[in-house]
């Protein structure tokens, strides 16, 4: 195990020290550092711009390198799997893949160079690139070192040597509370198992690990046997392969992929199955460590392989001491014989059989995410016919997901035995599995219904696979058996089906101005890598829990309600205070002054309106310490009623945050009586959770004097942190300095939210007088934080019969949770925005902001723009329906087309939102794609192909000016170099290397010579929040003003030596006693809004774009692949087109992720079920299109912003939807073929359930009478 030199990727938080005995680690720090020398890998990710915040950089970096030190040119495919289990919140990996590209071994010289993909880019005439001066490069593959495999760091030789010489011998790790054992032998493990039955055995710690860090499951002792020969054996025997209980997930699967390569694809059947279920299990970093025999035992319902190596026959090799025996799995599962594994019992090995002649085997899952998620049902299965013919000699289906443990479909296989595999038998097996298989229920409110229907359609498929194969091989095998009548196969139009869907390298090209009659020293327009990049990749980039720990620092854990609504009886803290290293528990009573949660004057919390609502909270010597005890703290509720969760529950007890607001325009009721035609309807849009990669964190330091504090938080606003930690201290705002270095991504989560966080944390650090660390675990943090408000919309439309649509009236129902936070603002302003790109002549709409038991929901990009606006797409598609025009012909009717006047009066120049339209029309190659899907269609019947184009009109505003006011503060040292700082938080999105690219312009010095330490409250005061895409836009104003203003004072010294040099400037100019420190300042935006008349000019500007996407659903499962994307994005002269397409591309995905997949889950008793990774799946790798293009549009100016560009933040977001109205486009395809209803409704997100519940056929009508949930979204 330790000579034969492996690398592989591991989960640090799952990875239990002790296993890493005789292993060398590599960090991303081993990797390489800027103090000794960047790797190849983090520097092509960083110049590949494939890091914004930073925070998943080390994790990306990581499994590059490994996958890079095992194969130093890996193929595309090979790439894609490795990075299938990382995550990024920011990028939309993209531009992360485009750096792997670069090692890969088929990539085109082309592609290396610019990630074109040669489809797009052969459909590009090269006029284009001459006329327009566009450039597809966002970075030069020239710059990169090439990657050197003998410069890479050996395998320590000691550990080495130790490997060779040291005889292996029992370890025992003792610990505060556990002891770890590390057995040597078969035997020894029997001994010490047969000695601590109780005790788990721990391989890759990936069932065990989760369970005692997040369910509390605790184990004094715990056994390792990895080391143990027997376990870890590999061996081919006649009839099959053996495999070691211990082997890894990856050592399976390597081991199964060359043994398909070596036999007879007749014998490999089982290892094929297998092999299926490995590539999804996890992602490369579980399976790694993860093992064959961990998997198995723990018979988790969810386990990929226990229904397919059940149905296969695998063997399992138990042993106890004294006692060895072999038993099937599948009697385990089916309750044949003596099926239980004793406590004692352990397993040794599983021998995995060869198929045989006239045997099918196949395995099915269907999960949130097609990569690295877990199953919601999965299955194997196996036939073996009657040799020569289509009689079954023996059936075994075997699902998981279903119940709470793999279960074995017995009667059904007993009854078809002996059976014709024809469609009789294809109808009775799947009326026998629905009686059979029992799908209870479960707390965390799982998909019943959508399971029942999964568990026959996989049937079908396996039938379908079956029929197919014995076309050619019952007629290959049999001569008597030839008849082409009896084997016809299966129709054409249904073998697509049989494909699943696959993970690819994207092919992407992005376009953009370039530059070339602009100076080569002038940054700006250019593709600037982020001048954090390198850091991000080295893990130099330091984030809140990354500060040096302060002396006596302590450590905050919070206590939550877990009732929505309830008086608190009573507190018992005193178990908690009893555990070691507490030293405290801080409650309302502790808060000095005002407590701006609770609005009250009782300084005890007396009531609790949510779940996660913060009650109090302990500090200890450690974090652990302070989370154990927390869990200690005991809370005595009285329920009160009403428990409000729901938006409808919100409206029938009248439960809102005023005030209400409401625009109209034209005479709406007039209109209605006028129009040819009306459509009523609603949608339901559910809410997203910001997963940002840093959780909220903040560091709290008393500075011991004068009542300051350093406040360190990972934040939007500072100068709102300080304020409310100020005035919960008591304090003034001159004694509390916040700092922020940069934030692992926000979205808007971390604005109120932080404020709340950053004073529980300083009221803590003031009471101790300790500095106080608090750093959210991520599921504390999606319980407490909020996140984007879920929406219901209600709407009348109506529209003559030629599309045109004259009056509309709609309802917006947001769900505000518990306190206001900003709810009536987002609700206001998705009315502002909801006519996307429309005019609609006759318009009536109001919002509502309702106030429910929930967690506060708060800011999310966008901010209630992707929500009202997805309503007025779907009453466009509604219309299109309706009209039997299609959904762009309405959309261009209607479409805004010259000067004019929005819904409450703004003017408005649509022009370049025309422009975007007919690009993307033309770039995408809408209607030739969109004849060739449907001819796919015709061709198809299990999968179909959808596609959607979706303008995009995104208003830039923040309705007031003072809330778009910014300042800079410029400092000039006498060595020449320039420190600057603003008020802008760096969150991802690039904005201090935009600032110090404006800084380069103006002060006309290299980009090098400009250095930005960090935002503070000490520098820049009362600074507005980084949000609503305006960072850029208003800092610019303000950095470029206080350049100014020192280049005016320098001028007369240029002017008297015009050929010195900037070094010699400044000297001079510090002789002279110039300052050479300036502030600027920026006063903000002309914008207002008068909601009593409803007209105002809330909005200094607009974006614009457009999205085409193209998808392909399984029917059969309601999965899907995003094909393809085009977008057109109008945001001016872009500052730094790597940054904005960037900004484009990872909203987009998110969007994805909101429309899509993102599904937030509770109780009926309003506890939050996703509160983890596990749960609540956002976009991975094989999330994205498989085709990706972004163009910015050119010659665009914007006469308000900073040079003419235009704030990109948050709009791309809601183009995330065309890739949902492609997806209704394909459901709209399934159900016009099938004579199915063609009005209905799809509500967000439109994940797989929904997808397989619209396409409805006669396995969903087998499950009819409990369909129940979905269908009565599916309406019409
Ligand atoms: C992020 C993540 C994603 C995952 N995705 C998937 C997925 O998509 N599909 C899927 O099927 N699974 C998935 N899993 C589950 C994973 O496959 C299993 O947790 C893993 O295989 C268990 O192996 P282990 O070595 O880590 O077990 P450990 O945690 O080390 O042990 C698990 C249990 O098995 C017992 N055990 C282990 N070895 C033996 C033995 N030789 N004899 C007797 N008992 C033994 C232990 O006592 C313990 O109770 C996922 C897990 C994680 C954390
Ligand atoms: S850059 Fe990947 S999460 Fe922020």
């Not at 209109?671 to 949608?683: C, K, L, P, S």
Request: include cysteine.
């Amino acid at each position: 195990r330790y000579i034969r030199k492996k690398h592989y990727s591991a989960n640090a938080c799952l990875l239990p020290i002790c296993c890493l005995y005789g292993a060398a680690v590599t960090t991303v720090e081993g990797v390489g550092s800027t103090e000794t020398r960047v790797h190849p890998v983090q520097e092509r990710l960083a110049k590949c711009h494939g890091s914004q915040c930073g925070f998943c950089s080390p994790g990306m970096v990581m499994s590059i390198y490994t996958l890079l030190r095992n194969y130093p040119e890996p193929t595309p495919e090979q790439m894609i799997a490795a990075l299938a289990g990382n995550l990024c919140r920011c990028t939309g990996y993209r531009p992360i893949l485009d750096a792997c590209k670069t090692f890969c071994k088929v990539s085109s010289s082309d592609d290396r160079n610019t990630g074109l993909c040669p489809l797009v880019a052969n459909s590009l005439p090269l006029l284009v690139f001459f006329l327009f001066k566009v450039s597809t490069s966002l970075f030069s593959i020239d710059e990169f070192q090439p990657l050197d495999p003998t410069q890479e760091l050996i395998f320590p030789p000691e550990l080495m040597r130790m490997a060779e010489n040291q005889p292996k011998r029992t370890l025992f790790f003792h610990g505060e509370r556990m002891t770890w054992i590390s057995p040597v032998s078969l035997d020894e493990l029997l001994d010490l198992k047969a000695a601590h039955p109780k005790a788990p055995l721990v391989v890759g710690n990936t069932g065990v690990g989760p369970e005692m860090k997040f369910r509390g499951v605790f184990h004094p002792v715990v056994i390792a046997p990895a080391r143990i020969p027997d376990l870890n054996v590999v061996k081919y025997t006649e009839d099959g392969l053996t495999l070691g209980a211990a082997c890894s997930l990856s050592v399976a699967k390597d081991v199964l992929t060359n043994a398909i390569s070596e036999f007879p694809e007749e014998k490999t059947k089982v290892f094929c199955a297998v092999l299926k279920q490995l590539r999804t299990l996890g992602g490369e970093q579980i399976r790694n460590v993860a093992s064959l025999g961990g998997n198995i035992i723990s018979r988790k319902s969810t386990s990929d392989l226990n229904p397919v190596l059940a149905a296969s026959n695998c063997v399992l090799s138990l042993a106890s001491r004294g006692k060895k025996r072999r038993i099937p799995l599948s009697d385990i599962f089916a309750g044949v014989g003596n099926n239980t594994i004793t406590p004692e019992e352990i397993l040794v090995s599983v021998h995995i059989p060869h198929s045989r002649k006239g045997e099918y085997v196949c395995a099915f899952r269907q999960a949130p995410r097609r990569e690295n998620a877990l199953s919601i049902t999965n299955a194997g299965m196996r036939v073996l016919f009657e040799e020569g013919t289509d009689i079954i000699k023996d059936l075994s289906i075997f699902y998981g997901g279903a119940a709470s443990t793999t279960v074995c479909a017995k009667q059904t296989c007993s009854a078809l035995t002996g059976r014709h595999w024809n469609e009789q038998t294809l109808d009775e097996a799947c009326r026998l599995i629905l009686k059979e298989i029992a799908v209870p229920g479960s707390a965390s409110g799982e998909k019943v219904d959508y399971k029942k229907t999964l568990i026959i359609s996989f049937f079908y498929r396996f039938f379908l696979e079956v029929l197919q194969s014995l076309k050619t091989t019952v007629n290959y095998f049999s001569m008597s058996a030839f008849d082409p009548y009896h084997y016809p196969g299966i129709p054409v139009e249904y073998g697509s089906v049989l494909q699943d869907f696959k993970t690819k390298m994207p092919q992407s090209i992005q376009i953009y101005q370039a530059k070339p009659d602009q100076s080569p020293q002038d940054p700006v327009g250019r593709p600037i890598m982020h001048q954090s990049g390198i850091k991000h990749a080295t893990g130099e980039a330091v984030y809140i829990d990354d500060l040096p720990s302060v002396d006596g620092e302590l450590f905050l854990a919070v206590v939550t309600s877990s009732r929505a609504h309830a008086k608190i009886v009573s507190i018992d803290t005193s178990e908690a205070l009893k555990v070691p290293g507490v030293f405290d528990v801080i409650s309302a009573h502790d808060v000095p002054a005002t407590n701006e949660f609770y609005y009250s004057d009782d300084p005890e919390i007396v009531f609790v309106i949510c779940v996660g609502q913060i009650v109090c909270a302990v500090v200890a010597d450690s974090d652990v310490h302070a989370k154990q005890a927390a869990a200690k703290v005991k809370i005595e509720y009285e329920v009160l009623e009403p428990v409000i969760l729901t938006i409808e529950e919100a409206i029938k007890h009248n439960s809102f945050f005023e005030p209400k607001r409401k625009l109209e325009q034209g005479n709406v009721d007039q209109a209605f009586e006028t129009v040819d035609n009306i459509i009523e309807g609603e949608i339901h849009i559910g809410g997203q959770e910001h997963f940002y990669m840093e959780t909220q964190s903040v560091l709290a330091v008393p500075k011991g004097e004068d009542k300051e504090m350093d406040v360190y938080v990972s934040t939007q606003h500072p100068a709102v942190i300080q304020e409310m930690v100020a005035a919960s201290l008591g304090v003034p705002a001159n004694r509390i300095m916040c700092h922020v270095k940069r934030v692992g991504g926000a979205f808007g989560g971390k604005l109120l939210k932080s404020g709340l966080l950053a004073s529980v944390a300083a009221v803590a650090a003031k009471k101790t007088g300790r500095a106080v660390r608090f750093i959210l675990s991520r599921g504390d943090d999606m319980l407490i934080t909020g996140g984007r408000h879920p929406f219901i919309g209600k709407y009348k439309v109506g529209f003559m019969n030629d599309g045109r649509i004259r009056a509309v009236d709609v309802n917006y129902y947001i769900n505000g949770g518990c306190t206001p936070d900003e709810s009536v603002l987002v609700a206001a302003v998705s009315l502002l925005k909801m006519d996307n790109a429309y005019k609609i002549p006759n318009l009536r709409c109001w919002a509502y902001a309702c106030k429910t038991n929930l967690p506060s929901n708060t800011a999310f990009r966008g901010f209630g723009f992707p929500q009202s606006a997805l309503v007025t797409e779907t009453w466009i598609t509604e219309v299109a329906d309706k009209t039997g025009l299609s959904p762009e012909k309405i959309r261009e009717i209607n479409m805004y087309k010259e000067n004019e006047q929005t819904h409450f009066k703004q003017k408005l120049d649509p022009q370049n939102l025309i422009r975007c339209w007919n690009e993307c029309m033309e770039k995408s190659a809408y209607y030739s794609r969109k004849k060739a899907a449907n001819e796919f269609n015709k061709q198809n019947y299990w999968k179909k192909k959808g596609i959607a184009i979706v303008p995009l009109k995104f208003p830039f505003g923040l309705g007031t000016r003072y809330l778009s006011q910014a300042s800079a503060l410029v400092h000039i040292y006498t060595d020449g170099s320039v420190l600057l700082t603003h008020g802008g938080i760096e969150m991802g999105q690039g904005i201090h290397t935009k600032m110090i690219q404006v800084a380069s312009r103006e002060l006309n010095i290299p980009m090098s010579s400009i250095h930005f330490c960090e935002t503070s409250t000490t520098t820049v005061p009362n600074a507005c929040a980084s949000a609503g895409s305006a960072g850029t836009d208003v800092n610019g104003m303000a950095v470029k003003d206080a350049c100014q203003t020192l280049l005016k004072r320098l001028q007369p010294i240029i002017n008297k030596n015009p050929k010195g040099t900037w070094n010699e400037w400044i000297k001079e100019a510090f002789e002279q006693s110039v300052s050479l420190s300036a502030t600027g300042y920026f006063r903000g935006y002309n914008e207002n809004m008068d909601w009593e008349k409803g007209e105002g000019q809330p909005f200094t500007y607009f974006l614009f774009g457009a999205a085409c996407s193209e998808v392909e659903i399984n029917c059969l499962t309601g999965d899907h692949k995003n094909l393809r994307t085009d977008i057109v994005m109008d945001i001016g002269c872009s500052i730094n087109p790597a940054v904005d397409i960037g900004q484009i591309e990872g909203a987009f995905v998110q969007g994805i992720g909101l429309y899509t997949m993102e599904e937030l889950k509770y109780s009926p008793e309003g506890v939050l079920y996703t509160r983890g990774p596990d749960q609540y799946k956002i976009p991975a790798v094989c999330d994205i299109p498989e085709q990706f293009s972004v163009s910015l549009l050119s010659s665009s100016q914007n006469p308000h912003a900073i040079y003419a560009s235009k704030g990109i933040g948050e709009a791309g977001l809601f183009l995330g939807c065309s890739v949902f109205f492609a997806l209704r486009d394909a459901v709209t395809s399934v159900r016009n073929e099938r004579g199915l209803k063609t009005t209905f409704v799809l509500n967000s997100p439109l994940t797989a359930e929904q997808i397989r519940a619209s396409c409805a056929d006669d396995f969903t009508e087998m499950v009819t009478e409990s369909w129940g949930g979905v269908c009565s979204s599916v309406s019409g």
